[in-house]
């Protein structure tokens, strides 16, 4: 079955470490999403890409980093520059990036812990 | 500037109650798209209904129903005969036509039903 597969599902960090996690999809949709959820703030968009080798940041992005090196595969880095980086992360997808009737696909999700 | 308020938090009810969730929107677009989502616990957001803003036609689908307003700017949600299977969290979400794609999602609702 298609869809999108995150991983890992739980992740803890010390402070000073960087994190990456995982977000691959085998929908064959050109645009990917990150999203960050915090309680009672619902979803923040932290980075997107429409097509492979681009993306762009969105609302909260100081702090993480992200590659489109692959149509399926869109990681994202949690560095340590990153004040307050516990929160559940999202992945998505969508057929394109370029129409906003498309519907979002997600994964999901990863939780990340800072210890 | 583009915003989507659910002033509704928290709702709880009893199995078989019925349920409406709020969603409230702002734009300047004369075109765009609004959506629901559902995050069971299991934390993966789900579609469940898609409108676009020249389409006011409330929308029924099993146990839910969708009353869009435009003069109202609202887009609200109807659970009719609720079961515990939709506890979850409910987000309202607004996209633009077309250009730079971004949704802009609402805090979401969390509704509790009680067997």
């Known amino acids: 079955d298609g869809g999108i597969t995150q991983s890992p599902k739980y992740l803890f960090r010390k402070e000073g470490q960087n994190v990456t996690l995982s977000c691959e999809q085998n929908?064959?949709?050109?645009?990917m999403y990150w999203y960050r959820q915090d309680p009672g703030q619902g979803l923040r968009l932290i980075y997107y890409?429409?097509?492979?080798?681009?993306?762009q940041k969105g609302d909260i992005a100081e702090g993480y980093s992200v590659s489109r090196e692959k149509k399926e595969s869109f990681p994202l880095t949690v560095t340590s520059a990153q004040k307050n980086p516990t929160a559940f992360y999202l992945c998505?997808?969508?057929?394109?990036?370029?129409?906003?009737?498309?519907?979002?696909?997600f994964g999901a999700g990863s939780r990340l812990t800072v210890l | 500037a583009q915003k989507v308020t659910q002033a509704q938090t928290e709702i709880s009810v009893v199995e078989k109650e019925d349920v409406t969730l709020d969603c409230v929107y702002e734009?300047?677009?004369?075109?765009?798209?609004l959506f629901w989502y559902k995050q069971p616990p299991s934390g993966e957001l789900v579609f469940l209904i898609r409108?676009?803003?020249?389409?006011?036609q409330n929308e029924i689908s099993g146990r839910y129903s969708w009353n869009f307003q435009k003069s109202t700017s609202s887009f609200n949600f109807t659970i009719t005969a609720s079961q515990v299977v939709d506890s979850a969290v409910y987000f309202c979400?607004?996209?633009?036509?077309?250009?730079?794609?971004?949704?802009?999602f609402g805090t979401g609702t969390r509704l509790k039903v009680l067997a």
């Open positions: 998505a997808s969508s057929l394109d990036g370029f129409l906003g009737a498309n519907v979002l696909t």
């Open positions: 929908l064959n949709h050109d645009a």
């Open positions: 890409s429409q097509i492979v080798n681009d993306f």
């Open positions: 734009t300047r677009d004369t075109t765009y798209y």
């Open positions: 409108r676009n803003s020249f389409d006011e």
């Open positions: 979400a607004l996209s633009e036509a077309g250009g730079t794609y971004k949704y802009i």
